[in-house]
């Protein structure tokens, strides 16, 4: 069965300080994306970082990392420097040959 | 450059009506997706499609239908309305799926209340 799972309803940090968000999942396809996504209040999906299962390297963007462990099938996202508008609900998500799936979320709330 | 178009925004329906959501791309992405979202929950995926003409049932499709008759177009169809299907619709399409950088393009949501 495929499925992806986010353990942590929700998350606090302190403004500058790091966050690490837990996502793990399952799959027997040996082809396969991971996706993290940032949704604010106001509703969009946005894109954060992206991570192939072929990729020899973690990816990064910015201040956001992707701590890609394959044998243990888990791809946490880690944000450095954590800022007051990096308060919003992240999803990861799992990319399949023919479809995207989505882990049910952790809401970050980042305080001063 | 628009992207995924999502209409209407925004709908309050009885229960019983019917309605369809419609989602228009203009990439020529073949792949095309139909999510909605409880509040403070994740997306689920409701149909999808490979390419014009095919289909396939996600994770929740009782109560929805969709065709793809083009590649642009991804209609969803709500038939007999019912609160439960009060939720944030995102239509989603994607170049290429599986391991690929291209990844997805959502549109902005219909927000759909049943009452």
């Known amino acids: 069965a495929q499925k992806i799972t986010q353990t942590q309803p929700g998350m606090f940090v302190q403004e500058k300080e790091a966050v690490t968000l837990d996502c793990t999942y399952d799959t027997s396809d040996p082809s396969y994306g991971l996706f993290w996504y940032k949704q604010p209040s106001s509703g969009e999906m946005i894109f954060l970082i992206y991570q192939g299962s072929y990729d020899q390297q973690n990816a990064t963007e910015g201040r956001y990392s992707l701590n890609f462990q394959k044998a243990r099938k888990s791809a946490n996202l880690v944000i450095s420097a954590s800022q007051l508008g990096d308060s919003a609900m992240y999803f990861c998500a799992l990319s399949l040959i023919d479809k995207l799936i989505f882990g049910t979320g952790t809401r970050l709330q980042v305080f001063p | 450059n628009a992207g995924v178009t999502q209409t209407p925004k925004f709908r309050i329906l009885k229960i019983g009506q019917s309605m369809t959501l419609q989602c228009a791309q203009d990439?020529?992405?073949?792949?095309m997706y139909w999510y909605r979202q409880d509040p403070g929950m994740g997306l689920k995926l409701i149909y999808y499609?490979?390419?014009?003409?095919?289909?396939d049932k996600g994770e929740v499709p009782n109560g929805y239908n969709v065709s793809r008759s083009t590649t642009e177009d991804f209609p969803l169809r709500l038939e007999l309305a019912a609160p439960s299907q009060t939720s944030v619709y995102f239509c989603?399409?994607?170049?290429?799926?599986?391991?690929?950088?291209?990844?997805?393009?959502f549109g902005s949501g219909t927000r759909l209340t049943v009452v």
């Open positions: 499609s490979v390419g014009a003409g095919i289909t």
């Open positions: 989603a399409s994607s170049f290429s799926p599986g391991q690929s950088i291209y990844g997805y393009t």
């Open positions: 990439m020529n992405h073949n792949y």
